[in-house]
């Protein structure tokens, strides 16, 4: 873990924005430590100094979870693979790292995690921090596949812990909130490298909602998006293959993957937002543009892609058993407002998990996420569809839009008081509290 480099700090920095460009900040400070040792002592300094202390990753979160006035730490020099142990089928890697850097590194070495999202720019701390997630009918978020961590806490100290040491801290910093201390590295169980066959293909919204129990029961990892002022789909799902690797051929993932799913989304949403009469017929146009395919990668392919078009994003989690009144309420919701949605609804599943505050936890989960191209008005897009969630129990993404606060969110985690409580051990003085924080927490 000792670094041999220093790290930087530096005063007076300039504001920092997050990918999005919805949140910025304003620091005293910037650190970047180059071992966990700086870190510690950067972290006393701030108590010193009376400053709170906030860590960023790639700012792929579009809440202020990562905002501070205080101190911002940058964990860039905390990366890289750290140990594999073949034995006990575990990677331990620095939470600096970025999750594409990690997923070549495992495949480099014929591993794996089981399960991952689809966006490869995230950091390993900031995608656990916030509860990042793909899609599967038995396997979780990124978080539920931790089997240790370590983290600096309020007082400088470095804490480790897993199931059978600290299992209380365990449960609740597997997805932290930035809240109870500075993420340093992590442990993830992984297995040897497998192939996955993707199958995509379009179907009728109405099919998909009918047949959703079979699709999500016959699938190992199943999720599809819904193009709003249509009845379309386009739907994805993922199995384990005996192979032979088939992936996408060159000329057909630029032509779906970067030409149309890239640049002419980019355009059509411009178009969009220009001239909001045109989003109907766009989409449409959108919803048809990409056919069927099958693919047979590793992972990683499989499972992320690139996102380019910039967008801002809410997202709640609702019981499995209610995604389907949930989608339809939003469709008929969409439906009947002058509302003109040029972005399509992403719906993905979870299995219940044992992680305090995880948008999973204790319960089966599917996701519905909404998006607003960047620069589009969306509060009132966002804030229709977030009474429909709420309606259903449900539960927001910690790194994406919503209006939740500690009061409301005590009543949808039955473990929220635990969290809090442990919380008010490890930052007594709220060294790691920001505006964000306040909000989802309480003071």
């Known amino acids: 873990m000792n670094g041999t480099a220093s790290g930087t700090t530096t005063t007076n920095s300039t504001t920092w924005r997050n990918w999005a460009g919805n949140v910025t900040a304003r620091p005293v400070r910037e650190v970047t430590p180059a071992s966990v040792e700086e870190l510690a002592a950067a972290v006393r300094r701030a108590a010193e100094d009376g400053l709170r202390v906030k860590a960023v990753g790639t700012g792929h979160s579009f809440t202020a979870a990562a905002a501070t006035d205080g101190v911002l730490v940058r964990p860039d020099l905390l990366t890289g693979i750290h140990k594999v142990d073949r034995r006990a089928m575990t990677v331990t890697v620095g939470a600096g790292t970025t999750l594409r850097r990690l997923n070549v590194a495992l495949a480099r070495e014929g591993l794996s995690l089981t399960n991952m999202g689809d966006i490869m720019a995230q950091t390993v701390s900031g995608a656990i921090s916030t509860g990042t997630h793909g899609t ?30 600290r299992p209380e801290v365990f449960a609740a910093a597997r997805t932290g909130l930035g809240a109870l201390g500075v993420v340093t590295a992590v442990t993830f169980s992984v297995e040897p490298l497998f192939l996955l066959t993707a199958r995509e293909e379009p179907m009728r919204l109405e099919r998909v909602l009918a047949e959703f129990d079979q699709l999500w029961a016959e699938n190992e990892h199943f999720e599809f998006y819904w193009f709003p002022h249509t009845g379309n789909t386009t739907t994805k799902r993922n199995n384990r293959s005996a192979g032979p690797e088939r992936p996408v051929g060159r000329v057909r993932g630029w032509l779906d993957d970067e030409f149309l799913s890239n640049g002419v989304f980019r355009v059509a949403n411009w178009v969009g937002r220009a001239v909001p009469a045109t989003i109907p017929a766009i989409a449409h146009m959108s919803s048809r543009a990409l056919s069927a395919r099958m693919y047979t990668d590793i992972p990683h392919k499989v499972f992320t892609s690139s996102r380019r078009v910039r967008f801002v994003e809410m997202e709640y989690a609702v019981p499995r058993a209610a995604v389907v009144d949930t989608l339809r309420e939003l469709k008929a919701m969409v439906d009947r407002s002058p509302l003109r949605i040029s972005f399509p609804v992403e719906v993905r599943t979870a299995p219940a998990d044992d992680i305090t505050l995880s948008t999973a936890s204790g319960r089966d989960s599917a996701y519905v996420a909404v998006h607003s191209f960047k620069g589009s008005p969306y509060r009132a897009y966002f804030t229709a569809a977030e009474r429909i969630f709420t309606a259903h129990e449900g539960r927001p993404h910690w790194g994406k839009v919503h209006t939740r606060d500690a009061d409301h969110l005590a009543g949808v985690y039955p473990r929220f008081g635990e969290f809090t409580e442990l919380r008010n051990r490890l930052d007594p003085d709220r060294r790691f509290q920001n505006d964000y924080l306040r909000r989802v927490l309480g003071s």
């Open 136 to 165: 599967g009918r038995e396997s979780g978020a990124i978080a539920a596949q931790i089997t240790a961590l370590e983290l600096v806490t309020a007082d400088g100290s470095v804490l480790t812990c897993s199931r059978t040491e």
